[in-house]
Every structure is written in C-alpha cells, then in structure tokens.
C-alpha cells in the first residue's frame, strides 16, 4: 500500500504553488519537540517551522489561551480595540525600555518590514541601506531590501533608492550612508543566509553611523528575537538603542503574527497612512501572550544560552565539523564538505528534523522548551550521520 506521505505527496505538487520544493513528509499532529507525520513516524523537532513554535506543538498553555479566546472572540478589526493586543503591546514596549515605543501589529514578518519602510519614509528620506546576504521577506518592498541576487532578479524593477553593503563592514556602511539616508536595517544575525554572525561590535558602530547621518536604526529581529538567542530581541549583548525592531516568526509561537516597533526616536503613522485587517487578531495576540508568560516562568532565555554552550561544546568534537556559529537556539553547523543536504536527508532518516541553508551549512532551531536529553539525542544521530558520509 502507498505511504500517506507518498499520497500527499503527490496532491501538494497538484495543488501548491511551486514555489517550495516539494516536501518529502506531512506533519500531522505534535508534542512539545515531537512532531507526527501521515504514515505515524515520529521525529524530534530541531528546526520548529524555522525558529517559529517557540514553545514547540500543541503547548498546553498556547492551546489553552488560543481556544479561551477563540470561545469569546476571534477578530474585531482595526475599528475597535481587544486587551490582548493591549497587553502584548504593553509588554513588548516594556521589553524595549522605551516608555514612549509604539508596536504596530500585522501577521508576517515581511509585513513588521514593509511597515518599516513606510515609516522610513516619513522621515522625508528615501534612500535605504540594507546588508547583502540579508533576508527581510518575500513581498516587493520587503525584497527590496533582501540582499540575496537569486531571490530579486525576477522581480525586477523593485523599490529604487536602495543600496547594499557587505555584512559586518562598517567602512563600507559609512561610505554609503549620507543625509538622504532614511534607514539602516540590519539582522543582529543572518539566520537565513546561513546563521552568519557580525564581528563583534558591529551594531554599536551600525548606530553610531546612522547617529551621525540622521538616518534610522532599524533591526530585523524577526529570527533572531523572542528569547531565541538568549534575549528578546537578539541584539542585547550589544549596548544600542535602534529606532525601529520588527518581530514575527516566535512571536505568535506558531500563530501567524508580527509587530513593528517604532521607539519614540522613530517617526509616527498618522491615522490611515498604514493598516492591517489581521493585525493585532485576538487569538494570535493570546498566544503571544502565552509565549511569552512561558519564556519568563520557565527562563527559557537563560536555558537557551545554556543549551547553546552545550551544542557547541560537543559539536565542535564531531569529525567534518568545521565550525559552529549563531547564538542561543539558533544555531548554523558549518561543515567541512559541501554535503549539508544529504546530512539533513539522513537525520531525517534517524528521526531528527533540521534544515539546510546552502550546500555547507545545517541550521538547527529547535523550540526554546527542548531538553538537554534532546541535545544528547541530536548529538548522537549527527555523529552517526557524519560518521557514515
Ligand atoms: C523569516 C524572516 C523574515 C520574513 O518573515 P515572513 O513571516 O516569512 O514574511 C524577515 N526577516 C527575517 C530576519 C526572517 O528570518
């Protein structure tokens, strides 16, 4: 008899875009770090929808807060308010420590992003700065300032006026920022390139430059925030004060939400200049607030940084292993043959699910909750794999 996932399979390519390669398993169903596919194969979670379930599926408490909410009301649309989106803003503007930071709420990354943009623009600039390497989003103005060529090209023209500079090179972003410049956004982190890592004190000298030219510090914590590196916003262990954060990915745990921080250095919208129908959406903003009262009671912060250590104490033994970068669950292991690929294809075999970002590099990203067994687990399947390739 055929696989369930052989069937789906074959429906995804009938009916799903092309625009992802087609996947080779269905999840239908999860615990925690334990995901379930169609055929009843269980796998242990070390990718999390790319750094998304926060708190890994089906946690108790989003569910709880989810289906609570659900039962009284699920949308009410700009037109009114909902505590919810009040008490996550509210602790979101805490995070920050900027009494006077306003949060804009919309549903994706790429739209925490274009809301940037926009605000940029109300500066009376136009010129952007963006990294190359970055990843900021699929939509037009999101990709506009995505520095990948392959991701642009066929979506030429794209919003003008943008400007690329290498990642991690100030004299470079000095020479490019001037007083027409709007807006600097950087990724305290590359994840999608590749989890690639600044030299440290870079977004002390990024700030430093936008200081001097009157243009906007924003970073794109869309990967890197919500505890998984071991703060809220992924930029802390540097001293500095960016005018604008975007956040999605963790942020709902799994729901679709994202939010544009403006601190009160940034320019204001103005009534109807910028809008969302979904944005700030009840139910979503529960589970954010779910993710984040678990983040504070369980310390996942504090156990994410422990976990990183121990991830990188013990992979750094394991033979093909050239180097492992990233901060806190967010981590790139950088292989010394280009056969990331095949090593995600043969964890998958073992029942561990992570991802590659390019031909050298395996990301993992597993939900903040995973234990130190878990690691134990990982460890030991990789170095299987490493051994047998
Ligand atoms: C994933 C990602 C985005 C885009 O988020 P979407 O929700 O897919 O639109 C933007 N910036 C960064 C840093 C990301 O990792």
């Known amino acids: 008899m055929e696989s369930s996932n052989e069937l789906y399979k074959r429906e995804f390519v009938d009916v799903i875009a092309p625009s992802y390669t087609t996947p080779s398993i269905t999840l239908v169903s999860g615990k925690g770090a334990t995901l379930v596919d169609a055929d009843g194969q269980k796998y242990r979670d070390f990718i999390s929808g790319i750094a998304t379930n926060a708190l890994g599926a089906a946690h108790p408490k989003i569910v ?5 909410q659900i039962k009284r009301i699920s949308h009410v649309s700009n037109l009114y308010s909902n505590p ?7 602790r979101l503007r805490e995070f920050t420590g900027d009494r006077d930071a306003k949060i804009f709420f919309c549903n994706s990354g790429a739209e925490a992003n274009e809301a940037a943009i926009k605000l940029s623009r109300l500066t009376g600039r136009k010129n952007i700065v963006a ?9 037009l103005g999101a990709l506009s300032i995505t520095g990948q060529e392959s991701k642009r090209k066929p979506f030429l023209p794209l919003l003008g006026n943008v400007k690329f500079v290498p990642f991690g090179d100030l004299r470079s972003l000095k020479r490019a920022v001037n007083r027409r410049t709007a807006m600097v956004i950087v990724e305290p982190i590359q994840g999608e390139f590749g989890v690639v890592e600044p030299p440290s004190g870079y977004l002390q000298g990024v700030e430093e430059i936008c200081r001097k030219s009157g243009a906007l510090f924003a970073i794109d914590a869309v990967q890197t925030g ?12 540097e001293k500095i004060r960016p005018d604008i954060i975007t956040l999605a ?6 729901l679709p939400m994202g939010a544009m921080i403006a601190l009160k250095t940034a320019p204001s919208f103005s009534p109807g200049e910028h809008g969302s129908t979904f944005g700030a959406n009840p139910i979503v903003a529960a589970a954010a607030n779910a993710v984040i009262d678990t983040i504070e009671d369980q310390r996942l912060m504090d156990r994410a940084v422990e976990l990183e250590r121990l991830f990188k104490e013990r992979l750094n033994t394991i033979e093909g292993v050239k180097s492992v970068r990233g901060r806190g669950l967010l981590l790139g292991i950088v292989l010394k043959e280009p056969r990331a690929k095949e090593v995600v294809s043969a964890l998958q075999a073992r029942s561990i699910l992570a991802n590659a970002t390019s031909d050298e590099v395996v990301r993992i990203a597993p939900p ?9 687990t990982f460890i030991a ?9």
């Open 64 to 68: 709880d807060a989810v289906s609570k």
């Open 84 to 90: 919810q989106s009040l008490r996550l803003a509210t």
């Open 131 to 139: 990294m190359t390497g970055s990843f900021h989003g699929r939509t």
């Open 226 to 237: 919500m505890g998984r590196t071991g703060t809220w916003f992924g930029f802390e262990t």
């Open 249 to 254: 990915k963790g942020l709902g745990g799994g």
């Open 368 to 376: 903040l909750i995973i234990t130190k067994k878990d690691v134990s």
């Open 381 to 389: 399947r990789f170095s299987e794999v490493m051994a047998e390739l």
